[in-house]
């Protein structure tokens, strides 16, 4: 038997309209706390499901898989200061999936 866990970050789904409307500008502005530099999409988490499901992570168990741009790593530290992001372009594959209205412009 195979046990994997898929945590998600900040992941840019209309169920972030659900929370109540004075919390929004918190939630439009958590990116400048992600390394990445963004929320992420549906279709990551998808594609990391997806993953696990496959025959290539046959041999894969008892991890866990953080889907968070980097959040838990945190955008910076008295040490090392936060660069640029990077190849952060999302990945929206094959999901179809609608943004948040609270992260429309």
């Known amino acids: 038997m195979r046990v994997n866990c898929v945590i998600p970050g900040f992941i840019a789904t209309t169920g972030l309209d659900r929370y109540p409307e004075a ?25 990391m499901v997806v993953f696990l499901l496959s025959e290539m992570a046959a041999y894969v168990t008892g991890a866990d898989f953080r889907v968070d741009g980097g959040i838990h790593n ?32």
């Open 23 to 47: 919390d929004w500008e918190a939630l439009r502005n958590v990116d400048r706390r992600i390394p990445l530099a963004r929320h992420g999409t549906a279709a990551e988490v998808s594609a």
């Open 74 to 105: 945190g955008a910076g530290s008295f040490v090392f200061q936060p660069q640029p992001a990077r190849n952060v372009t999302p990945f929206n594959g094959f999901h179809r999936d609608e943004p948040p209205k609270l992260l429309q412009t």
